[in-house]
Nanobody
Framework: QVQLVESGGGLVQAGGSLRLSCAGS????????MGWFRQVPGKEREFVCA????????YYADSVKGRFTLSRDNAKNTVYLQMSSLKPEDTGVYYC??????????????????WGQGTQVTVSS
């Protein structure tokens, strides 16, 4: 059974940091694009960042560029999202996702094949 399990969410004050982890099981995700999305009630799921399997190259939404850093450890089948200088608008449920595509990195949720259950991040002002 393929699973993605996120961890590391929580409550933090504005300006603080959190590190999210996404551990994969059931298959090797080394050749998958791995992405993070976030969602708040009443809004669509929003692309945050993604990392390709080759190079690897990283891609960030403008809203998090310079504050978030995405990395992957293929030996551990895990990706890490280091979030710094957090803002209240970063609040939401953060979802890890895996895309089997080897062609391009997508910012569209529908392109991703596997999803985690989500972890809540709350940034207080």
């Amino acid at each position: 059974q393929v699973q993605l399990v996120e961890s590391g969410g929580g409550l933090v004050q504005a300006g603080g940091s959190l590190r999210l982890s996404c551990a994969g099981s059931g298959r090797t995700f080394s050749y998958y694009v791995m992405g993070w999305f976030r969602q708040v009630p009443g809004k669509e799921r929003e692309f945050v960042c993604a990392i390709s399997w080759r190079d690897p190259s990283t891609y960030y939404a403008d809203s998090v560029k310079g504050r978030f850093t995405l990395s992957r450890d293929n030996a551990k089948n895990t990706v890490y999202l280091q979030m710094s200088s957090l803002k209240p608008e970063d609040t939401g449920v953060y979802y890890c996702a895996a895309d089997r595509s080897i062609v391009a990195v997508s910012t569209t949720p529908g392109s991703y094949d596997y999803w985690g259950q989500g972890t809540q991040v709350t940034v207080s002002s």
